[in-house]
């Protein structure tokens, strides 16, 4: 294996071919696992769908383990699945029923899936109430497969494992602000981000609670009905009175203001970092997962190359001094990518810090590919099977 | 006779508290959780302005038996000035956060002296008793639902005692559930923990705003 020490200039190849294609045949195998369903669904398209995001996952992870980078590779998978979700979803949604809004009949039918945003909101009504705020039905039925039981134990069995690392591994909103912040050449508002970071990291603490109270107060997903900016490009009640109308008007301002404009001005997951209350949520497991990224403080020159590369703020001078990351961090790479000095390292809890770091980078990768491919995967297959059934001249 | 049907009468409250008391919870909850993350850290202190809260509070269910039986109306659904009166509340307790938990009048002198109003919203206010009894009068009087179906049966009841009583028995089940608040006396009040918790009081003073202005032009439209 090279050694990474102290280069200024990453080297082109950070493991041979071999050993690189060895390290990556789990995550094949896994992949093949994953979309053997597809490949024995009729329809070439599906069997086309599958093969392209098979091969596609497995070279992304590939590419992590030749040229030793995380970030990279992984926004590639993340920002296609941000734009390639709304797609397949909304195609989905026009066939199904030919508009993307949805009546508020087929709304108490229980025929909207599940969405993970709104986990947070339901268990103080689930708790006192018995009662789920939200009009999905709580096992899986013929129409609607997300439903809120597998929607869940799937979120919450990955969590306990990877802790925040859902965030940049699994959301299919994330994405699409990864990709207006990847699109931008500069940074611009970079002062106004540093300066009041630690105010605007509170944001999504503070929406969290709000959402949280609200939601038990009135029975009802606050966050859904009147937060969500991604409503703007998935499935909104239709706007039919002054109410609906202002709540789209929410909806469509939240998703251009924090999913496009600020992530272009400033090169941040801004609705990740200061807005969404389900990331906030998502936090409170990085106490108890086994990844993290610690700071080793012999080989750091405090150069702020990290902090200044993080997309979601989620590191500040205190504790990069600490050797830590803050409790926000959703491990998508981007620090040890940034580190010149190899001085930020991927961790596993209760070893010496900065011993064996690609180890402990492999294990996550491992778990949070699998996650992804299982995850995202899914998603990207079956939204490039609807694109490949809606070319032109087929 | 009439001992056991005080007897009933006040078991019938004090249980429809008990069953109720969740629902009374949730509704008081994003009053009271803002408001005593911005007190300082200590369960005795929690414990008191809790208390004062709760007093503040049955006085306002107090004028609400006392009203109730003295229209001799069911309020809940009949009465037709339900609806100024529950957007009138949300208002005022929109501007009661505002004082009370996120403090914006103390913090005028706070920044005048501050080199950036910022660094210092983190900073616990004095606990003021004017808080206590403004927020626990407001949501006492607040129209929520278990308070509406006490309305009707205290509404029911042969004299004002009786109604009086039946309300201090409902006040008496619900209480029990406001008990788990003074853990939130626990907590450490980091300036981080007393930011956001200013931030949620300005969000839920947003909400019951928008909320009680939704009401009163929905009120003066539809009349």
Known sequence: MASRSSALVRPAAFRSVGRSVLLTLPIALWSLVMFTPSLRQAGRDSHIGAVVVMLFMTTLFFLMMRTGETYRWRRIFFVALGFLFPFGF???????????????????????????????????????????????????????????????????????????????????????????????????????????GHILRLIPWAILVFVVLVSAAIFEPVYCMWLCPFKAVTEFPAVRNVETAIQMGIFVALFIGLVVVLPFLTKKRTQCGFFCPFGAFQSLFNKIHLFEIRFDREKCVDCALCQTSCPTVALSKESIREGKTLLNCMKCGACVDACKKDAAVWHLKGTPVAVKPERARLLFLYGAWAMATMFGGSILANSVATMLHWLPWK | MPALSFSASAGEALVLGLATGPVCLATCGPVVVPWLMVQPQGVRLHSRQLGLFLAARLAGYMV???????????????????????????LLLAAGLVVYAVGWPHRRCVAAKATSSLVQIGDAPPPQPSGALALGFLTGI??????????????????????????????AGTVVWFLPFLSLGLVRRTPAVVTVARMVAVLLACWYGFSGVSILIERAIHG
């Open chain 2, 142 to 171: 607040n129209l929520c639902p278990p308070f509406l179906v006490a309305g009707v049966r205290a509404a029911q009841l042969p004299s004002l005692s009786a109604s009086l009583l039946f309300f201090l028995f409902f006040f």
């Open chain 1, 90 to 196: 909304i195609a989905a949604l026009v066939v199904q029923r030919g508009t993307m809004s949805i009546p508020i009949s087929r709304m108490v039918s229980g025929d909207t899936p599940f969405c993970f945003m709104v986990t947070p909101s339901i268990i103080l009504p689930a708790a006192f109430a018995r009662t789920i705020i939200f009009p999905g039905s709580i096992l899986p039925t013929a129409s609607n497969h997300a439903s809120i039981a597998i929607m869940i134990g799937l979120w919450f069995a990955l969590t306990l494992v990877l802790g925040k690392a859902w965030c940049s591994y699994a959301c299919f909103f994330g994405g699409i602000e990864e990709g207006f912040a990847a699109i931008a050449k500069r940074r611009r508002l970079h002062r106004f981000v540093t300066k009041y």
């Open chain 2, 64 to 90: 609400f038996a006392a009203a109730v039986w003295l229209a001799a109306a069911a309020i809940p659904h009949a009465w037709t000035g339900r609806s100024w009166l529950m957007g009138g509340i949300e």
